[in-house]
């Protein structure tokens, strides 16, 4: 026994020096090399750049398809099998609009008619394609024509209409004065619609997006927003093509009425206009009634806000055109050579609303750079295990529509072979990295966050950068319905990470969002760009090229804990019994200890042996038990009344799509009840509270792996 242990041994140490000598170059030199300043360029970043923002380019118009032929190119020329994936889907484009106000309906001689124009300064670059912006307006808004008094609601919050309900105001039947920057736009028109209001116009105030206001602050002086700048975008509140909700559009293929597009009740069904600083401050102006309160004023020398309504009347107009026009994905695949059956996606969207500098072309930008950074290392003998996937998204501006789109025409193919999706919406907004994931990844992001230089500081890391002086970086969770993960993580139930620089920026969706803005103001030596791209691509190569998924279910486990602790919070002293889902975290926590042990056994295991079949088979079955454990957290009936969204664990908030919500069916339940105040609402809670922990428990049963 002992001597044929031995004998075993000799065999595997000559063995692995045979291997030794013939060992290919090992992933982690490519890794080093793809970060390496020798392959980074940031001129070329800022060349694409430069290319794809030439000209407006919203979905389904001819300069965007432009666009995704350069996209095209860049991968092509990257050895990299590329081709598009087109769909008829549903945009919206405006016809025609018109906004009058009348501020004291006894003197009509004072109406004013605003001008709607963003406009072009001297010396703009872009002066002659400045007339392929389109008209300033809302993607998806209802047409029609309302006159009526308005009512300032400050942010168009929930909150913020409790506050006039306590005032004693009415909003219905009023059109609604709403500043933009704390909810998502489709929320704000979807809560005035439930409060009553029949018309709604949504302003950048200033004090959010101005610097305050005073020239030489605002662009192309400055990086704020120009008082005639305005932030256009849409305004549904689903997910994907509306007339094809949870099957991919095709030509031929079953769409969904207008009428029925309305019932299903994610289109607005009153209508809505952004408008300028200068434009919601002259409406401002015309507002009487009671004082707002501090919170809810402008900058120091604005007028005094007032609630309302009137005496200043709105007259507003708006027609909009819906039409079935084509977008392109434009995806890029680079087959793995050990598992090709498992996919590494990477993501961006190439549609704007303008230019699109920042949204969302620095992240195309450095989506072509890590493109000729992996065709460099293939040229040097580099191939990646797993499969990468590049895509190029279309018309997620009008709803995250070509990565929806996209996901529920692969939806079995996804799940069944997607180790993990990684987007990046934007590269830069400006200074400072954050970061979103699903927990299982967030180790994986803190390492890579150690290998990349600080863009804005050479002797650091861009994990101290992150880091700052807190212990542990803050990272953000997916839940939301903002950019192209929703329906990975949302709908099928991916790994799925975030990354950008800045968060929010003060030209956002305006004609401002040029590159004369990201030079001087976003990223002045594109080296920002530079480490996003170093960032995502090295997450990517190590999730395709490590032999074990770098996944730590234990960080998941972890965080439902913090998660609980918000839940207990939020629940009155009511019978709601926990016990269940505190179980099934304890029981992940188990599970997560014990696959991570697993993995060290084989891998111990594996330096003494022949790496034999059975061990390929091994690492296998421990890999697939990591990748499918997220899909646990999803469940084929979905949120309440919102089947579409399938994850129990992350989800909007019902009031703010741009908000993440941790447990949002139990916590959708939770409000329900508060308000309903019934037996039948509380046990619907505790109806949703086992929900979730079974979800939790299956996932646990597929990291064990074993049958019941
Ligand atoms: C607000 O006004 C509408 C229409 O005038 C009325 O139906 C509604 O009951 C009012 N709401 C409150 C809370 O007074
Ligand atoms: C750059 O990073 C180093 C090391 O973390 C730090 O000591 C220094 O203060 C940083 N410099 C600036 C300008 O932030
Ligand atoms: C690239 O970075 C270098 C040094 O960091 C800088 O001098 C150069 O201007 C940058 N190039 C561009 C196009 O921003």
Redesign the pocket.
Known sequence: MIIKTVAATLLAIAASSIFLLFSPTPKSFYHSLFISSSLSDNASISNHLHTLTRRPHVAGQEANAEAAAYVLSIFTSSSIKTHIAPYPVALTYPVSRSLTLTPSPQEPQSQINFNLQQEIYGGDPYADVAHEVLPTFHAFAKSGTVTAPVVYVNYGRLEDYEVL?QMGV????SIVLARYGKIYRGSIVQTAYEA?AVGVLVYTDRKDYGGGGGEGKWFPDGKWLPPSGVQVGTVYNGVGDPTTPGWASSEEGERLSDDEVEKAGDVPLIPSLPVSAADGETILRAIGGQLANDDWQGSEDAPTYRVGPGPGIVHLSYTGKQVIGTIENVIGVIEGTEEPDRFVILGNHRDAWTFGAVDPNSGTAALLEIAQRLGKLQKRGWKPRRTIVLCNWDAEEYGLIGSTEWVEENRQMLASRAIAYLNVNSAVYGPGFSASATPQLDELLKQATQQVQDPDNSSQTLYQSWVGSCSSPMIDRLGSGESDFAAFVQHVGIPAADMAFGKGYPVYHSMYDDFIWMQKFGDPMFQRHVAVASLWGLVALWLADAEFLPFNYLSYALELQRHMKDLEDELPDKNINLAPLFKSIEELKKAATKINSQREEIEQHKGWQFIGKNDHFKVRELNDRLMMAERAFTDQDGLLGRSWYKHLIYGPSKHDDYGSKSFPGIGEAIEKAKSLKTTESWELVQHEVWRVARAVRHASQIINGELT
Not at 170 to 173: A, D, E, I, L, Y
């Open positions: 309900k009415n909003v219905s039947g009553g």
